[in-house]
């Protein structure tokens, strides 16, 4: 079972993140290709994960994972790559088997192989993928066997250890930094700029109650789609600056090299409002320039606090990993005996068959005429008795053999 277990893997330590999306493949396309590798390579079981930052394929077979199948795994699961990339791809494999597969395993789950440690995203990911290929009928028995205790392992990380209790990305310590604020739900909330940041803060905020959004962005399109989704409305940037319905909450993320807001826009923009406003600026370079948290009343948030609690909880998400190392070497120590008690139960799988052909043997031709002379209430009880040792006789080598094990 162990033997059999093989792991290709690219993420961030091996991998530019643009190349590893080149390996992204579409769900409908999944089992089909899928399918024809495992025909191909004779792979008998075969999981594929693809997430943002990695892609990784878990592998049942009996073959060498060599540079050669490499090659021909990359050729077959990658019809339209040409020989430059699959050559690329072959010869950056990161390439895990037996334990180190299983280790490997355990290490993506509990997040600490991860670009941000402790996100716990991943284990609904590594769950999720494995439930796909279960149910598209591309995985087995050890594939099952291993990424249940897998995930069993990975909660167990969660629970006793402190590795993903505090926030480490910028987003979710800006809201959880807005909420301490006690901002209120029906604030009014301009935003400029509809990329993925603000994409996400703005998320965090309707889901804590907010609903009265207006979105500034370069690409109306981009802007109509976000407040689609949030319930806003939407604008072109251009027609910030003739902006005059007022706002409570400022968030600004864009890729602009100049400042976007200085002190006359915002000046324009509170049109007469003297109440303190809060800013929230989670851009590189600053998006409100310094100027206007000292002509006016804000309560800031800016990337640069942002960033130091965040590599400030990194520092302390890395301190836990001491702690998930030693659960992680005990998870490894479980695998090998659920490894061993399994190939047992697999072994010892004619067992029944073969009790049963006994008992066929003796009551049809060994003892027959024997038999035939019992009277019907004599002969129920020789099967009630026979059954009964049929049942303790499969039962205990399997208890014995769980026994032996444990104690070597």
């Known amino acids: 079972m162990i033997k059999q277990l093989h792991t290709i893997a690219f993420t961030h330590r091996n991998l530019e993140v643009s190349k590893i999306g080149r390996l992204h493949i579409e769900q409908d396309a999944v089992q089909s290709r899928f399918q024809i590798l495992k025909e191909r390579l004779h792979i008998d079981e075969i999981m594929f994960l693809s997430t943002c930052n990695r892609v990784e394929y878990f592998l049942v077979t009996n ?3 060599s540079e050669a199948f490499l090659i021909d795994f990359f050729s077959a699961l990658y019809p339209e790559f040409d020989e430059e990339k699959v050559n690329f791809f072959a010869g950056n494999a990161l390439v895990y088997g037996k334990m180190d597969a299983v280790n490997h395993a355990l290490r993506v789950a509990a997040s600490i192989d991860s670009l941000v440690i402790g996100e716990r995203e991943i284990i609904t990911q590594v769950r999720q993928a494995y ?21 069993e392992t990975a909660k167990r990380v969660y629970t006793e250890t402190k590795i993903s209790q505090k926030p480490v990305s910028v987003v979710s310590i800006a809201y959880q930094r807005l909420v301490g604020m006690d901002a209120p739900k029906d604030a009014r909330v301009l935003v400029i700029g509809a990329g993925v940041t603000n994409t996400a803060m703005l998320r965090f905020l309707k889901k804590h109650g ?33 902006y005059k319905e007022g706002f409570d909450i400022l968030v600004s993320c864009t ?7 200085d002190a006359d826009l915002y000046e324009t923009l509170l049109n007469g409002d003297s109440a303190p406003k809060i800013t929230i600026d989670l851009a590189l370079p600053s998006d409100i320039s310094e100027e206007v948290h000292q ?32 659960i992680l070497e005990e998870a490894n120590n479980e695998f090998r005996n659920i490894a061993k ?17 006994i008992r066929a043997t003796a009551f049809n031709e060994v003892f027959k005429n024997e038999l035939d002379q019992l009277d019907p209430s004599s002969m129920e009880i020789l099967e009630k008795v026979v059954g009964y040792m049929e049942k303790k006789y499969m039962s205990m080598p399997m208890i014995m053999a769980k026994e032996i094990m444990f104690k070597s």
């Open 63 to 65: 073959e060498l994972v």
């Open 131 to 151: 439930e796909q290929s279960r149910d598209l009928g591309l995985s087995g028995d050890t594939l099952r066997i291993l990424f249940r205790h897998t995930i």
């Open 210 to 242: 907010m609903s009265n959004f207006v979105i500034f962005n370069r690409t109306l399109e981009k802007a109509e789609a976000l407040a689609e989704e949030l319930g806003g409305k939407a604008y072109p940037l251009t027609a910030l600056s003739s």
């Open 255 to 261: 890729g602009s090299e100049e400042t976007m807001v």
């Open 295 to 326: 002509k006016f009343a804000t309560r800031s948030i800016s990337i640069d606090v942002l960033q130091k609690i965040s590599d400030s909880h990194l520092q302390e998400r890395s301190q836990e990993v001491i702690h998930v190392e030693q």
């Open 341 to 357: 008690f399994r190939a047992i139960e697999v072994a010892m799988r004619p067992v029944p068959q073969m009790v049963k052909d």
